[in-house]
């Protein structure tokens, strides 16, 4: 059967939360060249990449190349080192959010789904935040990751490229369905005409969502039933 969606899932806020462990590991990989808290106090996580992050936090820090590659890219090396610490340190326990183990278990059923990731997490990250909450990278055939673009906007285009073995063709407009917790999940997409679903698990509520274009916007994931049919009508 020719699959007819692309259901990619965020990550953080919207499967899971990896009970701070990111953002500390994010303070431990800038630490030689940000020792002060301060910037970590003007800059917001959520919603972003990785790499977007640590550059919005070299810019907080008055720092004159706030982009440069080479450097955020070493940055983002420590980090991936230190979320593995982070997680395996007996600190805050990873946990899945209400509804994601039914969700995907019943999207997984469907003939005609293909489950992807789409995330502002680097791939090494990922996969690491994934196992501590007891999820197999594996169960998600493809992805779009911080590490293949700083710019979120840019991650549904190379998800559906990847979905080509899948569609015969990258797939476009409500084939693709992006869950999130957050505007720029729901926005993201806008350019190959996505449908988004929001989850107000992170820290928007399901009115901001709707609010910001989401199709259908819910409290949690555990409504199994209403969010296979908003992702699947």
Not at 133 to 149: N, V, W
Request: proline share 7%.
């Amino acid at each position: 059967m020719t699959p007819r969606r692309l259901v990619l899932f965020d990550i953080d806020g919207t499967l899971l939360h990896s009970g701070g462990a990111g953002r500390r590991a994010i303070r431990a990989a800038l630490r030689e060249w940000l020792p002060e808290d301060e910037p970590f106090t003007r800059v917001r996580f959520d919603g972003k990449t990785d790499p977007q992050i640590v550059a919005e936090l070299f810019a907080a820090a008055g720092d004159p190349d706030p982009t440069e590659p080479a450097r955020i890219a070493a940055v983002c090396r420590r980090y991936v080192g230190a979320l593995e610490r982070e997680l395996a340190g007996g600190g805050p326990a990873s946990g899945l959010y209400p509804g994601v183990t039914e969700l995907l278990a019943r999207l997984e059923a469907e003939a005609g789904v293909v489950l992807g990731l789409l995330t502002g997490n680097i791939a090494a990250g990922a996969d690491l935040k994934l196992r501590a909450a007891g999820l197999d990278p594996g169960r998600f055939r493809l992805g779009a990751y911080g590490s293949d673009s700083a710019h979120r906007p840019d991650l549904p285009a190379v998800a559906a490229r990847r979905a080509e073995p899948h569609f015969g063709r990258a797939p476009r407009g409500a084939e693709v369905v992006i869950v999130g917790d957050t505007p720029a999940d729901v926005t993201c997409g806008r350019g190959i005409g996505a449908r988004a679903i929001g989850v107000g698990t992170g820290a928007y509520a399901p009115a901001e969502l709707a609010e910001a274009g989401a199709h259908a916007a819910f409290a949690t994931l555990a409504g199994v039933e209403a969010v296979m049919e908003a992702i699947l009508g």
